[in-house]
């Protein structure tokens, strides 16, 4: 799977829009780019993936870049709840060991009030 | 959306005792699921990937004979830490594939604390 850089800290005041960033620049043409969240000593939350178009849904939006090097996770109206480690992760959409998830370091989004 | 549950939430054990983690998908299939460590501070590490009716699938360095896994149903897998040190003590995380898809569902995750 193609790695991913994302910055490790990020603020974002609450009510305003949380942009999280995440290059990969490796990443084939059949990898998808993942979102998940991980709240603090819980399990990881499943967020957004994509291909190519921008994805929406109930939680946040999904912008990748023309070329697929790059995409960010928008969270519209962050709250004091998005406070998570989120992580961008790439891979195929297929079966086999392909189903397996890196997580690299991924981004503490902290939201103050 | 599909739920996934682990069981117990938080277990102490002396060193030297094993102990034994429930997965278990409560609404839907799971044919695969995976087990997941995790250290304070760190990222998941990915330590198997276990399949139904199948022998488990270890990562480099995890060792199959300390962690043993048994995936016995569609519905449940267990993580056993035999022989459990301090240094087992970590945050361990499962999840499953939803069977016919490919989305991981992850569950709460187990907080083990060897003394």
């Known amino acids: 799977d193609a790695k991913t850089t994302q910055p490790p800290s990020m603020d974002c005041a609450e009510g305003r829009a949380a942009n999280l960033p995440c290059n990969h620049s490796?990443?084939?043409?059949?990898?998808?780019v993942y979102w998940y969240r991980q709240i603090h000593s819980q399990g990881p939350q499943y967020i957004i993936h994509?291909?190519?178009n921008n994805e929406t849904n109930e939680m946040a939006s999904l912008i990748i870049t023309e070329d697929r090097k790059s995409s960010t996770l928008i969270l519209p109206h962050a709250t004091l709840r998005d406070t998570a480690v989120y992580y961008c992760?790439?891979?195929?959409?297929?079966?086999?060991?392909?189903?397996?998830?890196?997580f690299g370091k991924g981004t503490l989004l902290t939201v103050n009030p | 959306g599909a739920v996934v549950s682990q069981h117990p939430s938080r277990v102490i054990c002396k060193s030297g005792t094993s102990v034994k983690i429930e997965c278990r998908s409560l609404?839907?299939?799971?044919?695969?699921m995976f087990w997941y460590r995790q250290f304070p501070k760190q990222s998941l590490m990915l330590m198997a990937t276990?399949?139904?009716?199948?022998?488990?699938?270890?990562e480099q360095g995890v060792e199959k004979d300390k962690f043993l896994i048994n995936h016995a149903s569609l519905t449940l897998s267990t993580l056993t830490v035999t022989s459990a040190h301090p240094e087992d003590s970590s945050f361990y995380i499962c999840?499953?594939?939803?069977?016919?898809?490919?989305?991981?569902?992850f569950g709460p995750g187990t907080r083990l604390t060897v003394t």
């Open positions: 276990s399949n139904e009716g199948s022998k488990a699938t270890y």
């Open positions: 999840s499953a594939i939803l069977q016919g898809s490919y989305e991981q569902y």
């Open positions: 994509g291909l190519k």
């Open positions: 490796t990443i084939s043409g059949n990898e998808y």
């Open positions: 609404d839907f299939q799971a044919t695969t």
């Open positions: 992760i790439v891979r195929v959409a297929s079966g086999g060991s392909n189903y397996k998830l890196t």
